[in-house]
């Protein structure tokens, strides 16, 4: 149990252009998930807080109109990075928390992005 | 404010030692939760234990074992006769009780040889 799933896995794209990464609990209702960024060799990141049913609560120095997040349904949150810039080049992870159950959070695969 | 410190950024031993990855942790709650998590190459983070504060048992699982000092707001990783496949970068992490933000250490490096 407590699968989350990420789509893609790894997506390459141009700059100027925009990529949606999709966050999917898959075997339970997630109220809340949560995205990191991870650099090459680096430590992960929070950078957002998603809450089902409203605004995502961002990290300071995290550019919400680059990053949108929408969490539409209690299984899915979707991160769209707008206007890609090399430096946007990351891998990126979600991750849910069972609704109801304070301090577990499960983890995705992970996206990797990379802009040329 | 929060702040998780591991100070090995990377350990290189030989199959079947013993090795201790620290972490140590700075937070103002009375109530939070403490994570390790390892990332293997594929870099799919595996959960491999949450404690609270409030239990400082420490605990054992096959070959891992982690000790949970708030004397020292240490809560330290042991990998015992280390294998191969325990290769892969391990973080610490920390949550406040009212709150569900992890903070993540940098990371320990841990590269097992045969």
């Known amino acids: 149990g407590a699968v989350v799933s990420q789509h893609p896995s790894w997506v390459i794209c141009k700059s100027g252009t925009s990529v949606k990464i999709e966050c999917r609990s898959l075997d339970f209702q997630a109220t809340t998930m949560f995205w990191y960024r991870q650099f090459p060799k680096q430590s992960l990141m929070l950078m957002a807080t998603?809450?089902?049913?409203?605004?995502?609560?961002?990290e300071q120095g995290v550019e919400k109109d680059k990053f949108l997040i929408n969490h539409a349904s209690l299984t899915l949150s979707t991160l769209t990075v707008t206007s890609a810039h090399p430096e946007d080049s990351s891998f990126y992870i979600c991750s849910a928390r069972v609704a109801g159950a304070l301090g577990e959070q499960y983890f995705g695969p992970g996206t990797r992005l990379t802009v040329t | 404010a929060q702040k998780v410190t591991q100070a090995q950024t990377e350990i290189s031993v030989v199959e079947k030692e013993d090795v201790t990855l620290d972490c140590v942790y700075e937070?103002?709650?009375?109530?939070?939760?403490l994570f390790w998590y390892k990332q293997p190459p594929s870099g799919e983070l595996v959960f491999l234990i949450r404690?609270?504060?409030?239990?400082?048992q420490n605990e054992i699982s096959g070959r891992y074992s982690w000790n949970f000092q708030k004397s020292t707001s240490s809560f330290n990783f042991t990998i015992t006769a280390s294998q191969v496949v325990d290769s892969a970068v391990y973080f610490c992490a920390l949550s406040e009780d009212n709150t569900d933000k992890l903070i993540f250490g940098t990371g320990t490096r841990l590269q097992v040889f045969p």
């Open positions: 937070t103002r709650d009375t109530t939070y939760y």
């Open positions: 998603s809450n089902e049913g409203s605004k995502a609560t961002y």
């Open positions: 404690r609270n504060s409030f239990d400082e």
